[in-house]
């Protein structure tokens, strides 16, 4: 990116040129800062014509190079730039099944050794995070159990208590049921979404005498 007018568009067909000079993988990250709608009226001139040079110069890659791209916003891609690609992949959140296969692998046997129905819950109320986010609450967990002690489980559920408490309110509701169906008491969906314990009840939520304790 340059401040000058028409010199990124040079150092972006700059870039691409010399990929396309000998066989290789040529991998364009974060597309979307190079790629966005040119209908989009707040975006600027100049980032209309960068479209321009990248379309170009996608036409001329040659068959010997391959040439990927990965975004994390496809709406703001224009249309055109999806054209020039033959194939579309998208990588979709994974479901509970691998949120539990890669916690186990991130955590080990302490993340084993925990109650299953914690678990589960657990990889219930992460099912809207990706696998890198997945992987910076296992760390961090890891991190302040070994600086602050405490069992694993209290870390995570802390953790989570925070990503969830940022849900707008009908998707923290969501997960508050489904808890419950996963047969999580009142006082720990309490803790994880911080929906107040009529909400909880009235949304199906059975009450509970005792809680488990955490492993």
Request: hydrophobic share 40%; proline share 6%; net charge positive.
């Amino acid at each position: 990116m340059s401040s000058f007018l028409g010199r990124t568009g040079a150092n972006l067909r700059e870039v691409i040129r010399y990929g396309s000079q000998q066989p290789c993988v040529l991998l364009l990250d974060e597309l979307d800062a190079i790629a966005k709608r040119r209908d989009d009226p707040s975006d600027i001139g100049e980032l209309k014509r960068l479209v321009t040079v990248l379309l170009q110069e996608l036409d001329s890659w040659p068959r010997e190079g391959l040439l990927v791209a990965a975004t994390n916003h496809e709406q703001l891609i224009d249309p055109a730039v999806w054209r020039r690609f033959e194939r579309r992949i998208s990588f979709p959140l994974p479901d509970a099944d691998a949120q539990a296969r890669l916690l186990d692998g991130l955590l080990g046997d302490p993340w084993r050794k925990l109650p299953t129905k914690i678990r589960g819950a657990l990889s219930l109320a992460a099912r809207h995070m990706s696998p890198a986010d997945l992987t910076l609450l296992a760390q961090r967990a890891r991190r302040e159990q070994i600086l602050h002690g405490g069992a694993l489980a209290t870390r995570l559920e802390s953790l989570l208590g925070g990503i969830i408490a940022s849900l707008p309110l009908a998707e923290r509701r969501r997960v508050g049921a489904e808890l419950s169906k996963f047969g999580m008491g009142q006082r720990a969906i309490h803790r994880l979404t911080g929906l107040a314990r009529e909400t909880i009840r009235s949304d199906g939520a059975k009450p509970r005498e005792k809680e488990p304790k955490d492993a």
